[in-house]
C-alpha cells in the first residue's frame, strides 16, 4: 500500500471515530441534561419529565434514518468528499448549540439537525468501496469497525469525566457561566474534535469518486426514502431472509429501549429504587461495556465462530443481551456493583449477536442468489426504525409505570425489553441456514 493509499484511511478512521463519540458522548449526561430543561418548562412530574428523554435520543435517529440515504446520494452526484466535509462541519455547529440549549425545542432541533449531517459513516464506506481491491475491503472496513469500538468506549467516559466541570473538575471552571451550561464542556470537546477532523480531511482527504463514475440521474435524492421501504417490504417477503432481519430487528428494539432508561434508573434517587449515580458514575460503567464489546468483536469471535456454530452464538448472544438488560433494575442501592454483571451479560450478548447475524445473513444472501446490497440496505432500514421506535416506546412506558406499584414499576420497561429478545429467540428456532453451518465448521 502506498503512502497516498494509507493517508485517506487514517483521516476516514478519525471521520468514523468522530461520529461515534458524537453519538456515544451524550449518553452520561443526556437524561440529567433533558431531566433540568424539562423541570426548568414547569414538568415537575417525574414521568412527564423523564419522556422527553426517550424522545430526544428518537429524534436523533428519526434524523439519521431521514437524511443517510438522501446524503448517501448526493455522494454518488457530486462526490464522497463534499459529503463528509459537510457531515464534520455539521458536528462541528451543532453540539455547540445543543450544549448551549435553553430549552427543550432547542434542544430537539439541535439534535436533530446533528443526526441530520452525521450521514458520514455510510459514506466513509462507499469511500472505502471505491479506492479499495477486492482484498483490501475486508481488512479496511475493519478498521471502521474499531472506530466503533474505540469511539464506544471512549465517548462515555469522556462525556462523564467533562460533565458539570464547575463541581467535578473546579479551579478556572468555577465560574456562573458552567454552573449555568454545565455540560457544555463535553459538547465543545466533540466540536472541537469534529473541527481538527474538519481541516484534516479539507488538506488531506483526496476525492475518491472519478467525475466518470458519478450518477447523473434526474431522480431526485428524496426518492431514496421510497427505495429504503421498497427494499424492506421485498425483502420480507424472502422466507429464510425476513427471519434473520427480523431477529435483528427485535433484537436492536429491545436493546435501544436501554439507552435511555438505564441512566433513568441509575441517576434515580435511592429511596425511589434507582442508585442515585452521577454523570461521572454512568460515563465509567458505559466505558466498561464498550470494553468489553472491543474485547469481544476484536478478539475473541474469532475462535469462537472456528469452534461453535454461528447460529449458536447468535442464540447465545441474543440470550445473554436480554437476560442483562431485563436484570438491570434489579441491582440494589447498598450493592450498586452488581449491574456490572448485566452490563458484562448485554456487552458480551451484544459483541457475540451483531457480527454473527451479520455473517449468517451474508452467507443466506449469497447461498439464496439475494441481491447483498438490497438485503443489507432493509435490514440497515429496519435497524433504524429499531432505533426510533425503541427510544420513544422505552420512554411511554417509563413515564406511566415509574410512579406506579405492584406489578406496573419502573422495572417494567426493562421486562417489556426482555420479551423483545424472547421473540428474537423464537424466531431463531426456525431458521435453516446451511451455508452458513457448513462455512462456521470449515473455519470461518
Known amino acids: 500500500m502506498t503512502g497516498s493509499q494509507r493517508s485517506p484511511m487514517g483521516i476516514l478512521f478519525l471521520v468514523v471515530l468522530v461520529d461515534m463519540l458524537g453519538l456515544t458522548l451524550v449518553i452520561p449526561f443526556l437524561t440529567y441534561f433533558v431531566q433540568d430543561l424539562a423541570s426548568a418548562e414547569g414538568l415537575t412530574d417525574r414521568g412527564a419529565r423523564d419522556f422527553w428523554v426517550g424522545v430526544v435520543i428518537a429524534t436523533y435517529s428519526l434524523a439519521q434514518f431521514i437524511f443517510t440515504p438522501i446524503l448517501g446520494s448526493f455522494s454518488d452526484r457530486i462526490g464522497r468528499r463534499p459529503v463528509l466535509l459537510f457531515g464534520l462541519a455539521s458536528n462541528s455547529i451543532f453540539f455547540v448549540v445543543f450544549g448551549l440549549s435553553g430549552s427543550l425545542a432547542m434542544a430537539l432541533l439541535a439534535r436533530f439537525l446533528s443526526g441530520a449531517g452525521n450521514g458520514n459513516i455510510a459514506v466513509a464506506k462507499a469511500y472505502i468501496g471505491d479506492i479499495s481491491d477486492d482484498e483490501d475491503v475486508a481488512k479496511r472496513m475493519g478498521m471502521i469497525g474499531a472506530a466503533f469500538g474505540l469511539g464506544f468506549m471512549i465517548g462515555p467516559f469522556v462525556g462523564g469525566v467533562l460533565s458539570d466541570p464547575a463541581n467535578g473538575i473546579g479551579g478556572p471552571f468555577e465560574t456562573k457561566f458552567w454552573a449555568d451550561f454545565p ?38 435524492p428524496l426518492s431514496q426514502l421510497k427505495n429504503t ?118 456487552a458480551i450478548g451484544n459483541g457475540m449477536f451483531s457480527p454473527t447475524q451479520n455473517s449468517l445473513l451474508t452467507f443466506a444472501s449469497k447461498g439464496g442468489g439475494h441481491e447483498m446490497g438490497n438485503v443489507m440496505g432493509a435490514q ?45 429467540l423464537l424466531l431463531q428456532i426456525g431458521i435453516r441456514t446451511p451455508e452458513a453451518e457448513a462455512s462456521s465448521q470449515g473455519g470461518i
Not at 440497515?380 to 406511566?400: D, K, Q
Open 380 to 424: 440497515e432500514g429496519l435497524g433504524a426504525l429499531a432505533r426510533i421506535l425503541g427510544p420513544f416506546m422505552a420512554a411511554s412506558i417509563w413515564a406511566l409505570t415509574v410512579d406506579g406499584t405492584g406489578i406496573w414499576t419502573f422495572h417494567t420497561c426493562f421486562r417489556v425489553s426482555g420479551l423483545f429478545f424472547i421473540v428474537a
Open 229 to 346: 421501504f421498497s427494499s424492506i417490504f421485498s425483502v420480507l417477503k424472502l422466507r429464510s431472509i425476513s427471519s434473520l432481519v427480523l431477529v435483528n430487528f427485535f433484537f436492536l428494539l429491545g436493546f435501544t429501549m436501554m439507552h435511555g432508561t438505564f441512566i433513568l434508573f441509575t441517576s434515580m434517587e435511592p429511596e425511589s429504587g434507582g442508585l442515585g449515580w452521577s454523570e461521572r458514575d454512568n460515563g465509567w460503567v458505559f466505558a466498561f461495556v464498550g470494553l468489553l464489546g472491543v474485547v469481544v468483536q476484536g478478539g475473541l469471535i474469532g475462535p469462537l465462530t472456528r469452534r461453535f456454530r454461528l447460529q449458536s452464538l447468535m442464540i447465545v448472544g441474543t440470550a445473554l443481551t436480554g437476560l442483562g438488560i431485563a436484570s438491570i433494575p434489579y441491582a440494589p442501592s447498598e450493592a450498586s456493583w452488581i449491574i456490572f454483571g448485566s452490563c458484562a451479560g448485554f
Open 183 to 220: 455540560y457544555l464542556l463535553p459538547c465543545l470537546f466533540s466540536s472541537m474534535m469534529s473541527a481538527i477532523s474538519l481541516i484534516l480531511a479539507y488538506f488531506k482527504l483526496p476525492e475518491s469518486l472519478p467525475m466518470g463514475d458519478r450518477n447523473s440521474s434526474d431522480e431526485s
